[in-house]
Nanobody, 115 residues
């Protein structure tokens, strides 16, 4: 079971930026893909962005052009750069690691976008 520790959340005004980090306890290339998901109050968790072992990126439509997922192989860290933040981006953001039918999740980090 890999340990995933998220950081970088916080409060920001609309239009601002945040960068989330996810530090993994093992080689992130051991997994088929790494992902960021979010869950807003009263809503289901949704996949926000993913990066697979080959570097293929995917984004949910609502964040395309504003969020960027990336990784650092040297530190086994996955990032989510979030720009032009909107109030509807407010949620708990979770990092996850996936291989075959096994998934591991971090504890989450709160992102609040409000004026």
């Amino acid at each position: 079971q890999v340990d995933l520790v998220e950081s970088g959340g916080g409060s920001v005004q609309p239009g601002g930026s945040l960068r989330l980090s996810c530090a993994a306890s093992e080689n992130i290339f051991n997994f088929n893909y790494m992902a960021w998901s979010r869950q807003a109050p009263g809503k289901q968790r949704e996949l926000v962005a993913s990066i697979n072992v080959g570097g293929r990126l995917t984004y949910t439509d609502s964040v395309k052009g504003r969020f960027t997922i990336s990784r650092d192989a040297a530190t086994n860290t996955v990032y989510l750069q979030m720009d032009s933040l909107k109030p509807e981006d407010t949620a708990i953001y979770y990092c996850s690691a996936h291989i075959l039918t096994r998934s591991s999740w971090g504890q989450g980090t709160q992102v609040t976008v409000s004026s």
